[in-house]
């Protein structure tokens, strides 16, 4: 199963059976605030919440769909990004302006780091070996910057300016690359190395495929899989290319924030939701390399 929340006062949250996207429960948490940021653990027993105005962050076990436990941090306004160790030992919550908190899940005890830079995080991720975590950073028209952190000491290693402001990143299995998708008009994708934080590669897309707004990688076949105004697209990691885009009435421009492939690599899944939006899910067949068709469901 899948849960999903909803940007809404009081947050519901619902769990739907994939790949046929029945609904099998909704609760509705008494909270009278929304969640921002959601990581589910690698064992698949808990999802952590943060919530999107007060600085709470949740525990919330997946078996009985109830919260077990809650910390409050200080200095924050907002969480909007979360990753988790595979490991399964830290969780770390971005959340303007410019924190970055680690939250050891044993005890619930959180670390917080002042980041330097734009206010705001858009998204969050630890590759292998797990040792860095990657934040998106910026604030509105401002410099946006990919920046590197060492997981352990929450210390700031390096940071790569971006031509423009970008919500989405994916990351190869090898945690040796990361893709950053631009939020610009076209789109464009930049291939970057996590080791030396260098930008190797930058394509930008067709026009008329604009403001990238979500993206993951295939576990196994090379492609990214992104969603943008009015459409998803199939882009091939090694050389940059557009493969294919799908297009469909229901993606709204600038509401696609999540993406989610399934451990098979046989579907990929966006989210949407927002401000006078339905919360939607759309499920896309993820077809092998020699097929580059993407079928809607």
């Given at each position: 199963?899948?849960?999903?929340?909803?940007?809404?006062?009081?947050?519901?949250?619902?769990?739907?059976?994939?790949?046929?996207?029945?609904?099998?429960?909704?609760?509705?948490?008494?909270?009278?605030?929304?969640?921002?940021?959601?990581?589910?653990?690698?064992?698949?027993?808990?999802?952590?919440?943060?919530?999107?105005?007060?600085?709470?962050?949740?525990?919330?076990?997946?078996?009985?769909?109830?919260?077990?436990?809650?910390?409050?941090?200080?200095?924050?306004?907002?969480?909007?990004?979360?990753?988790?160790?595979?490991?399964?030992?830290?969780?770390?919550?971005?959340?303007?302006?410019?924190?970055?908190?680690?939250?050891?899940?044993?005890?619930?005890?959180?670390?917080?780091?002042?980041?330097?830079?734009?206010?705001?995080?858009?998204?969050?991720?630890?590759?292998?070996?797990?040792?860095?975590?990657?934040?998106?950073?910026?604030?509105?028209?401002?410099?946006?910057?990919?920046?590197?952190?060492?997981?352990?000491?929450?210390?700031?290693?390096?940071?790569?300016?971006?031509?423009?402001?970008?919500f989405a990143a994916a990351v190869d299995p090898s945690g040796a690359f990361a893709f950053v998708g631009l939020y610009a008009s076209p789109s464009q994708v930049i291939k970057v190395s996590l080791a030396n934080m260098t930008a190797l590669q930058t394509a930008v897309l067709p026009e008329g495929h604009d403001r990238l707004i979500s993206m993951v990688m295939h576990p196994w076949n090379g492609y990214l899989f992104a969603a943008m105004d009015g459409?998803?697209?199939?882009?091939?990691?090694?050389?940059?290319?557009?493969?294919?885009?799908?297009?469909?009435?229901?993606?709204?421009?600038?509401?696609?924030?999540?993406?989610?492939?399934?451990?098979?690599?046989?579907?990929?899944?966006?989210?949407?939701?927002?401000?006078?939006?339905?919360?939607?899910?759309?499920?896309?067949?993820?077809?092998?390399?020699?097929?580059?068709?993407?079928?809607?469901?």
């Open positions: 199963g899948y849960w999903v929340s909803s940007l809404s006062v009081p947050p519901r949250l619902v769990k739907v059976k994939l790949p046929s996207l029945d609904v099998v429960t909704s609760i509705t948490l008494n909270d009278t605030d929304s969640v921002g940021a959601v990581v589910a653990s690698p064992t698949g027993d808990r999802a952590y919440f943060g919530f999107y105005e007060s600085g709470k962050i949740a525990r919330f076990r997946l078996d009985t769909a109830s919260i077990d436990a809650t910390i409050m941090v200080p200095n924050v306004t907002r969480f909007y990004s979360a990753a988790i160790d595979a490991n399964n030992t830290f969780a770390y919550f971005a959340g303007a302006p410019n924190l970055v908190t680690k939250v050891r899940l044993s005890d619930m005890t959180t670390t917080s780091v002042h980041v330097p830079g734009p206010i705001y995080f858009y998204a969050c991720f630890i590759p292998p070996p797990g040792d860095r975590l990657y934040v998106l950073q910026y604030s509105g028209s401002a410099a946006s910057f990919l920046v590197k952190i060492n997981a352990a000491t929450m210390f700031e290693v390096s940071r790569l300016e971006l031509p423009t402001f970008a459409m998803a697209a199939q882009i091939d990691s090694r050389s940059l290319t557009l493969v294919t885009a799908l297009s469909h009435a229901d993606m709204a421009p600038g509401q696609w924030w999540g993406a989610l492939m399934d451990n098979s690599g046989s579907y990929v899944y966006f989210t949407a939701g927002g401000p006078g939006v339905n919360a939607t899910i759309i499920a896309i067949r993820a077809q092998t390399p020699s097929d580059e068709r993407l079928n809607l469901f």
